[in-house]
């Protein structure tokens, strides 16, 4: 079975331009979750989907980041315009649905620099 | 804001010797998930803690939930080589809230 596929699983921009990365979850999976992990952090929540409705974006900076899964299935996040400091590892995870028992599978993340 | 704090940041040991990572919460948790992140990849998850002092063993690993829900630690038993990363606990505080990651505990290890 495929796991999480992410891509680009990097990208080096300048700052003020855009950027877009793509998830596709585990097939399946119900469930799709994007973080942000900065260098020596644990991950971050950005958005939760419950197959195409966001459930939980309060984490998610509205005046620059935007995501959508259409279908409820693949996802995309993106950044316009990026700034220094949105350079971090993005992962998307899934799991088959939410509430507490749920374990997620993380995909291998892009790496994002801003310069 | 509610947080899951870790300790310690780092732990340096030598292969053979025990490691212990604990995750604390002022809130009670719903339940507790651990991860694991080698160096250069992504989270794995390990295991999954919902009942109050509840123990969980997988091989060289030791998972308890404090009974207050509270609390939570891994202790791994005479540490490999393979076992180097970062470990993460993640907490939920009820069905409807986000997971919380706390801040990983970074484990190398001399062989």
Known sequence: EAGVVQSPRYKIIEKKQPVAFWCNPISGHNTLYWYRQNLGQGPELLIRYENEEAVDDSQLPKDRFSAERLKGVDSTLKIQPAELGDSAVYLCASSLEAGLAEEQYFGPGTRLTVL | ?111
Request: hydrophobic share 30%.
């Open chain 2, 1 to 111: 804001g509610q947080q899951v704090m870790q300790i310690p940041q780092y732990q340096h040991v030598q292969e053979g010797e025990d490691f212990t990572t604990y995750c604390n919460s002022s809130t009670t948790l719903s339940n507790i998930q651990w991860y694991k992140q080698r160096p250069g990849g992504h989270p794995v998850f390990l295991i999954q803690l919902v009942k109050s002092g509840e123990v969980k063993k997988q091989k060289r690993l030791t998972f308890q939930f404090g009974e207050a829900k509270k609390n939570s630690s891994l202790h791994i038993t005479a540490t490999q080589t393979t076992d180097v990363g970062t470990y993460f606990c993640a907490g939920r505080y009820s069905s409807a809230s986000k997971i919380i990651f706390g801040s990983g505990t970074r484990l190398s290890i001399r062989p």
